[in-house]
């Protein structure tokens, strides 16, 4: 951790070196032309809570989303570096919130190790020696790989991971993971493909995301800090955020213990595949 630090220090604060992907006409310079507003502003927290109640819905019932959904919808109104920093906090919480519920929190975090040192050293990799890129190619990438995924699960066609690939494989797809986080403020590729190649049962799948999700929160909020992101006027609009999706969360998660477990996977790849249209169209318009 102490040399990530010094690494990060040592960088002029932008959110360029992160390569964190801005999208055409929402990028990390001046706001548009009109009366500008702090993300402290009642009109800036109404959108915030608006973004995260549905975030925080979509990550209670398929177990992923509030990242992906919330810098999307936020991105209407700020800089992608403004609104990856203000989910830090939310999405931290209810990641955590989902990781330590199900019971199976030691026996994942045993069997996952390889893939969480994979993301630390990917996160490390992407913010300290990629080049910065302007372009919101990487997002459409993203986008179209999560819709291929999805749409592999709907008609049923099946990765598995065998366990003795576990420990280089995890390893490869955290790095992987890890540098894409820092290219885009997501963490789902190819993390999720993984961890639902491992045929968890459906609630240790959930509880499986959120430790792998808990930890590319934390090493992301490094790299932020260490860019000169999060400031003090992120307080009231990561409060606001984290209280709305705990609510979205809860009722998401109401939701999933009602469904069938056919259900609940036609569910979570269908919105795998939102999320990838999302990611998609973001990119390109």
Known sequence: ?????????????SLACLRIVRVHGIGHGPPPKGKKRTVDSLPILLAVAGAFFLAGLVKGVIGMGLPTVGIGL?????????????????????????????????????????LLLGVCIGTFIGAVLLPPSNSGQATVWLGVALAVYALLGLFKVHFSVPPRTELWLGLLIGIVTGAVTVATGVF????????????????????????????????????????????????????????????GMALGQLVRGL???????????IGLLALGAHLALRGLL
Do not use: C
């Not at 951790?1 to 604060?13: D, E, L, Q, T, V």
């Not at 999720?192 to 590319?216: C, M």
């Not at 006027?233 to 609510?247: E, F, K, Q």
């Open 1 to 13: 951790m102490r040399a990530i630090a010094r690494a990060f220090a040592g960088r002029k604060p």
């Open 74 to 114: 936020l991105g209407l109104v700020m800089s992608p570096a403004q609104a990856a920093a203000i989910l830090i906090v939310p999405s931290l919480v209810t990641n955590i919130w989902q990781a330590i519920a199900g019971g199976a929190f030691l026996i994942l975090l045993k069997r996952m190790w390889p």
């Open 188 to 247: 789902a590729i190819p993390g999720v493909p993984y961890i639902t190649a491992l045929k968890l049962e459906r609630d240790r799948l959930v509880q499986a995301l959120g430790i792998s999700f808990t930890v590319s929160t934390v090493a992301l909020a490094i790299a932020l800090s260490h860019a000169g992101e999060m400031t003090t006027s992120l307080v009231w609009p990561s409060v606001v955020g984290l209280v709305v999706a705990a609510v």
């Open 259 to 269: 469904i069938k477990p056919e259900t609940f996977r036609l569910f979570f790849f």
